[in-house]
Nanobody
Framework: QVQLVESGGGLVQAGGSLRLSCAAS????????MGWFRQAPGKERKFVAA????????YYTDSLKGRFTISRDNAKNTMYLQMNSMKPEDTASYYC????????????????????WGQGTQVTVSS
């Protein structure tokens, strides 16, 4: 079982940047695919991005391509989400999670494909 803790959220103005971190402990981090999701108030949790266990493959929901970048440092047991050119609609709680199973593909995953959720970190983008 992997335990995950997100950090790096906060308040940022539109057009600004934030980098979220997801620190992992427990099961070897380097052996699992990982992902980021976000949940706006009153809405369901939605897929943001995913990264393969070695970091060589990354996938994004179409609407965020070019603005968000997912990465990982297996030596530090940490995954990141760099968010640039932020917009008020990026306001949400952001969660990291472990992908179930050995496969990872270019698709908008439902949250049921992931587990070991962190507690989330709040991101607020002001206009």
């Amino acid at each position: 079982q992997v335990q995950l803790v997100e950090s790096g959220g906060g308040l940022v103005q539109a057009g600004g940047s934030l980098r979220l971190s997801c620190a992992a402990s427990g099961r070897p981090f380097s052996k699992v695919h990982m992902g980021w999701f976000r949940q706006a108030p009153g809405k369901e949790r939605k897929f943001v991005a995913a990264i393969s266990w070695g970091g060589s493959n990354t996938y994004y929901t179409d609407s965020l391509k070019g603005r968000f970048t997912i990465s990982r440092d297996n030596a530090k047991n940490t995954m990141y989400l760099q968010m640039n050119s932020m917009k008020p609609e990026d306001t949400a709680s952001y969660y990291c999670a472990v992908k179930y199973g050995p496969s990872l593909s270019n698709t908008d995953y439902h949250e049921s494909s992931f587990g070991s959720w962190g507690q989330g970190t709040q991101v607020t983008v002001s206009s």
